[in-house]
């Protein structure tokens, strides 16, 4: 292909999940002002409880006109509205997109690009994530965290796969019911079956979206979708999917330092409940601190912090717990899909 060529307009579906939040106006007015071919469809999977009978909140640019199906699943999760819109599609490729990105103005003619290029052995074709950070002052902790998909493998905010690929693996596994560890999961099973997943040159913007202060303490609900990982894919599976380890083990400590100095004070052994509670503030002090010191530093940010910091290690181990004693992780090697 000339260099000066453009490439051939690709058969692709752009599938959304959403919830209906406000972003998806600005994501489908961004595919629509694209430079590029369009796609054959755009598939929003309306997730919304399926007590909300109102239609999606989302202003349709009419220059997708004709191109917007929307599918209900009734709050399902993401990896069951991936699955919904995929196989509404009959695209050979399917360009999955989150409801709160914004592809940049070339989205499409680069898309067609990464297609272009895809070899016969390549399954998938990421793209490449920006998250802006503010410039005047240092980023929150949540700012930080949302900063870590620009570096994240394979992730579903922008990724193209051939349909040929679901076909073959069954998709995303639906036992993974939040936007978490369900793209690793998919990824490591197109790779398990001889497949390629490369890194393309479109851009999306994925902005960091408001959050209230308890947003780390309700992430940690994904320490039970490690449970499943570790039982479908082995323990090596961080160092192949390329992810944080974080601080599990350690949140597993300050706990049982906690619930110790408990015990031992119910047991009238105060000594011993004093030393298991210094543990249990020095872990607690440390965590918070290193959450404290890259931020901005402000009274709101610091009490978050301290907060949090206080309550994230103990509904870290209930949710670890909670991923052990669950019937379907138990059984996940067993009922592995593909």
């Known amino acids: 292909m000339s260099a000066h060529r453009p490439p051939p307009d690709p058969a692709y579906a752009v599938v959304i999940p959403t919830l209906g939040r406000p972003s998806l106006t600005v994501l489908l007015a961004a595919l629509a002002g694209c430079e590029g071919p369009r796609p054959r469809r755009i598939v929003l999977v309306d997730d919304r409880r399926p007590d909300d009978p109102t239609p999606l909140p ?23 509205a991936r699955n919904a819109g995929w196989q ?24 067609a690009a990464d297609l272009a290029e895809a070899g016969s052995r390549t399954a998938g074709v990421q793209g490449r994530i920006e998250v802006p950070l503010p410039r005047h002052r240092r ?17 579903t905010a922008d990724m193209a796969y051939r349909r040929a690929v679901l076909e073959d693996t069954g998709g995303f596994d639906e036992r993974f019911p939040r936007a978490f560890r369900e793209d690793a999961d998919l990824a490591l099973r197109v790779l398990d079956r001889g497949w390629r997943l490369t890194l ?3 851009r999306t913007t994925h902005p960091v979206r408001p959050c209230d202060r308890w947003v780390s303490v309700r992430a940690q609900a994904g320490n039970a979708d490690d449970v499943l990982m ?47 509670a210094a543990l249990w503030l020095a872990g ?30 103990p509904v870290a181990a209930y949710h670890r717990v909670r991923g052990l004693t669950t019937a379907a992780h138990r059984s996940a090697v067993a009922g592995v899909r593909g």
Request: glycine share 8%; aromatic share 6%.
């Open 284 to 313: 607690t002090a440390e965590f918070a601190v290193a959450r404290v010191r890259p931020g901005p530093r402000t009274a709101d940010e610091i009490s978050a912090m301290v907060l949090t910091s206080v309550l994230i290690p």
């Open 88 to 111: 509404a599609a009959r695209e050979p490729w399917i360009a999955f997109l989150d409801d709160d990105v914004v592809p940049g103005p070339t989205w499409a003619v680069d898309l």
């Open 230 to 276: 570790n039982r479908l894919h082995g323990r090596d599976w961080w160092e192949r999917a390329g992810a944080p380890r974080g601080r599990l083990p350690r949140h597993l400590a300050v706990t049982a330092a906690a619930t110790a100095a408990l015990l031992c004070a119910a047991a009238r052994r105060p000594r011993a409940a004093s030393a298991c």
């Open 139 to 155: 980023p929150t902790d949540w700012e930080r965290v949302t900063a870590g998909l620009a570096t994240a493998r394979w992730i």
């Open 200 to 202: 393309g040159n479109r």
């Open 58 to 80: 989302a202003k349709v640019p009419g220059e997708l006109d004709g191109l917007v199906e929307v599918v209900r699943v009734g709050g399902r999760g993401p990896a069951a």
